[in-house]
Structure formats: C-alpha cells, structure tokens
Nanobody, 129 residues
Framework: HVQLVESGGGSVQVGESLRLSCAAS?????MGWFRQAPGKEREGVAS??????????ADSVKDRFTLRIYQESNKNTLYLQMNDLKPEDSAMYYC????????????????????????WGQGTQVTVS
C-alpha cells in the first residue's frame, strides 16, 4: 500500500514560486500532481513515469512548472517546482501514484497521458493572490 506525504503549499503573490514535495513509499512507477479548485473538476497538473523518465504537463503549466524525482533507499520524493504563479493556479494540490501494473500507469506508459492513479495524498493548499 503506497503512502504519500505532501508538503510545501502556502499563500504567495502573483509571479512568485512554490515547491511542493511528495514522499512515496514502495517506489510507485507513476507519480503525479493533480489539483482541484472550489467548484471545479479535478485536473491533472504534471506526471512522471519513473521507469523511463517520461513526463507530462498540462498545457496551462508548461514552461512554468517542473517535476523532479529524488530516489532514496527507502522512498521516492517527487517535487513540483511552480514558478510564475497565477491566481488560476490556486487550488488544493494532491499527489497521486500507482504501480506499473495499474490501468492508470499503463495508460501513461502507452499514450503519454496519465490515467487515474490509485493512491492519493491528503492534499496541500496553494493560494495565489
């Protein structure tokens, strides 16, 4: 059972930066960030396939957000560097992950677009004003 622990959210001004982190146990092959603003559907932000390094970014965050993964002996940590933040980036951000055999991760491997992942963190709030 993958456990995900997120940190790094907060309140910033337009144009500033934040870095979110997500520590994952059990080395899931697919990891990503999703977000949900009040009254809106959840949307994918960025995802990474650790096996081959493939990444995907939503059009709205390309050139502003960057994923990095740091692999240690007992966990993977996924970082989302968010630069030039805009008010429309305000949302609850969730880290998600899954193993290579899951439908969502397989979809990512084959199509380059992440599907739904099975493990979720508790969320961290990002507010840009």
């Amino acid at each position: 059972h993958v456990q995900l622990v997120e940190s790094g959210g907060g309140s910033v001004q337009v144009g500033e930066s934040l870095r979110l982190s997500c520590a994952a146990s059990l080395y899931p092959s697919c990891m990503g960030w999703f977000r949900q603003a009040p009254g809106k559907e959840r949307e994918g932000v960025a995802s990474l396939y650790t096996g081959g390094g493939s990444t995907w970014y939503a059009d709205s965050v390309k050139d502003r957000f960057t994923l990095r993964i740091y692999q240690e002996s007992n966990k993977n940590t996924l970082y989302l560097q968010m630069n030039d933040l805009k008010p429309e980036d305000s949302a609850m951000y969730y880290c998600a992950a899954d193993h290579v055999s899951s439908p969502g991760c397989q979809m990512f491997r084959v199509s380059g677009i992440p599907g739904d992942f099975g493990y979720w963190g508790q969320g961290t709030q990002v507010t840009v004003s």
